[in-house]
């Protein structure tokens, strides 16, 4: 018998965009009866929740309406559900084909090292400039010296192994990426070795620490990530998550590290203060990808890094961690 997925949606919806998630799973070329989907809901439009029944979803009330965090959202999700293995799938993502859970799934069953399945990002070519440039990258632009998006993009050296459909890469246990959300895969288990899902970020941190290190790309499973609809809806979203990393998130960080080398951490804003390797970036892509989505990247990269300074400086506990360690 296949195992039972359980997918898990924090969500506080104004829009109807998470239908297209639901429809998207339960398109899937997998047993229907072994899917489970859970959605924590924040407050959404009470017609949003009513159109979700009809996709056979179970529906919890989040009271404090944060997705990250111990006891929020995505935690809640987890420790409600039945699966074998977890899928952390935002409101506002779709799954590309109809094969996606079984090729996610793969390299879980076949090897019993591998702790997660990663899906790839999916250029939609008619997607608004802006968020067709951040599927490329991810949705944060300063943090792609440590996602798994923007290292993949971007960095030609990682290490990997490839099999037939997806390829397994390693963490650094001293410099994990930043992955673990938008359709990311897991073993349930896991759970219990770190003892709360309490942010993307920490989840993954403390799974290398305990030695869990080996994750697959997988070449096909591809999701769209609708994140952002306007180049001044990139700025409020990012404004608004950098000041709760800042004022909420910075609380609970006790593995994950976004300095562990000083120099070059701050060698990496000064060049995206000063723009030209940027700028260099977005011409090179534009020419390879044929796509003047990439002529964004400097002016992007530039403001979310203005923003994580300004913010910074808002918050004793991200000072102190930036200059004593």
Known sequence: ???IISFVTPMKEKDFRVIALLKSIRFQNYPQNRIEIIIIDGGSNPEILQACKNYKVK???????????AGMGKDQGIWKSKGKYIVIAESDIELIGKDWIINMIRPLENNSEIFASVPRLF???????????????GVDPFAIYRSIEGQLELNNNIK????????????????PYCMGSNGFMFRKSLIKKVGDYA??????????????????????????????????????????????????????????????????????VLKNLVLIPAIITSVKNSIRYHDRAWFLHAPLLFLSTILNIYFTFTSKKMLTQIFKG
């Open 59 to 69: 529906i919890f009330f989040n009271p404090k309406q944060l997705a990250e965090g």
């Open 160 to 175: 990997k192994v490839h099999k037939q459909g997806y390829d397994i890469l390693e963490l650094n246990v001293k410099n």
């Open 199 to 268: 942010q993307d970020v920490e989840f993954i941190a403390r799974l290398a620490k305990s030695g869990y290190t080996k994750f697959a790309v997988i070449d096909k499973s591809r999701i769209w990530h609708k994140n952002i609809k306007s180049m001044g809806d990139f700025l409020r979203k990012r404004i608004r998550w950098t000041r709760n990393y800042a004022k909420v998130y910075i609380r609970e960080k006790k593995d994950f590290q976004w300095i562990t080398d000083r120099r070059e951490f701050f060698f990496y």
């Open 1 to 3: 018998m296949k195992p």
């Open 123 to 137: 250029i939609n070519k008619k997607d608004n400039v802006t968020n067709r440039y951040l599927s490329y990258l």
